[in-house]
């Protein structure tokens, strides 16, 4: 976990709602990154920032969007329109230019 | 398409054995094989990783060995304690263009070691 955090760790949400999860680092770390986590599939990536004000589709964008307004933090909104929302947020952080990630915590996200 | 196929998905060992997890990749573009461990409810943690220019990196009692050839790598954790219990993952990265790394996983294998 070292200097990345994120927020909540468990989130509850009605069908049709938008939520946001939040990721912190204080790391100094130019790279960001979103992964979902589903039972037996592994880590996949949703979104990923190399540089403030700047991000890029993972495998599994659809129904997710973030932003990059700090190098410190890359919020990840779930959308309505993602179909099968619930499952555990991974947050990663590294130096832009390297492969090496670090993780935060995770957040559970369970729609109800 | 699935680029890191890892086995088992499942292991039981008993306490002071070996473990063997074994992944093989598809992409020879590949350059940088880590592997995670991650305990419920937590966040993955970089264990061990390698770059194919060597055959083999032992960190304590975790080892990667790396057959280029082949394209597989595998993690061995000898003298297995109840406490190594935890799901692992291996992964590959390439470099996708300018300075993006992406980190591809294998779909993990959960590892419990019996006291």
């Known amino acids: 976990d070292g200097g990345i955090t994120q927020s909540p760790k468990y989130l509850f949400r009605k069908e049709g709602q938008n939520v946001t999860l939040s990721c912190e680092q204080n790391?100094?770390?130019?790279?960001m990154y979103w992964y979902r986590q589903d039972p037996g599939q592994g880590l996949r990536l949703i979104y990923y920032s190399q540089i403030v004000n700047d991000f890029q589709k993972g495998d599994i964008a659809e129904g997710y969007s973030v932003s990059r307004e700090k190098k410190e933090s890359f919020p990840l909104t779930v959308t309505s329109a993602q179909k099968n929302p619930t499952a555990f947020y991974l947050c990663?952080?590294?130096?832009?230019?390297?492969?090496?990630?670090?993780f935060g915590p995770g957040t559970r996200l369970t729609v109800l | 398409q699935q680029q890191v196929k890892q086995s088992p998905q499942s292991l039981i060992v008993q306490k002071g054995g070996i473990s063997i997890i074994n992944c093989a990749y598809e992409?020879?573009?590949?350059?940088?094989f880590p592997w995670y461990q991650q305990f419920p409810g937590k966040g993955p943690a970089l264990l061990i990783a390698i770059r194919p220019d060597v055959s083999e990196k032992k960190e304590g009692r975790f080892t990667i060995s790396f057959n280029k050839s082949a394209k597989q790598f595998s993690l061995h954790i000898m003298d297995s304690q109840p406490g190594d219990s935890a799901t692992y993952f291996c992964a590959a990265s390439m470099n996708s263009g300018g300075s993006n790394y992406k980190l591809t996983f294998g779909k993990g294998t959960l590892l419990t070691v019996n006291p």
């Open positions: 990663a952080c590294g130096t832009s230019g390297t492969d090496t990630q670090y």
């Open positions: 992409n020879t573009a590949f350059d940088y």
């Open positions: 790391l100094n770390h130019d790279a």
